[in-house]
Nanobody
Framework: VQVVESGGGLVQPGGSLTLSCTPS????????IGWFRQAPGKEREGVAC????????EFAESVKGRFTISRDNASPTVYLQMSALRPEDTAVYYC??????????????????WGQGAQVTVSS
C-alpha cells in the first residue's frame, strides 16, 4: 500500500495551493486518509483527515476555515485544498492511509502507510 503526494510548491502569503494524494496499486475504499505536515525543527503534526464511508472530516485548529479536504474514490484521489496560506504553513506535507471505514483521526500512530512528502513553501 503506497500513496504519492503531488502539487507542492512555492506560494505567496495569502495564496492557495492544492495537494493531491494518489494511491498506488489499491483503491481508497475502506481507508481513511490523513494529511500531516512537518516544519523544519518541529514534530510532525496532523492537518486534516477524511473518512471513507461517511465522509467525516477533522481539521487541526490552526487550519480550520482555511483548508478543506475532499476525496474522489473513483479517480482515486484525495485533495487538500489550502487557502489563505501563511508562512507558518511552510512544511513538508505527507499523505497517509489508515485502514478504517468509519470516521478518521489525526493520530499518526494509527496510519499504516505514508507517502514521501511534498514541500510547501509560503514566502514572498
Amino acid at each position: 500500500v503506497q500513496v504519492v503526494e503531488s502539487g507542492g510548491g512555492l506560494v505567496q502569503p495569502g495564496g492557495s495551493l492544492t495537494l493531491s494524494c494518489t494511491p498506488s496499486g489499491f483503491t481508497l475504499d475502506g481507508y481513511a486518509i490523513g494529511w500531516f505536515r512537518q516544519a523544519p525543527g518541529k514534530e510532525r503534526e496532523g492537518v486534516a483527515c477524511i473518512a471513507d464511508s461517511d465522509g467525516d472530516t477533522e481539521f487541526a485548529e490552526s487550519v480550520k476555515g482555511r483548508f478543506t479536504i475532499s476525496r474522489d474514490n473513483a479517480s482515486p484521489t484525495v485533495y487538500l485544498q489550502m487557502s489563505a496560506l501563511r508562512p507558518e504553513d511552510t512544511a513538508v506535507y505527507y499523505c497517509a492511509v489508515e485502514q478504517l471505514t468509519l470516521g478518521c483521526d489525526l493520530e499518526e500512530y494509527n496510519y499504516d502507510s505514508w507517502g514521501q512528502g511534498a514541500q510547501v513553501t509560503v514566502s514572498s
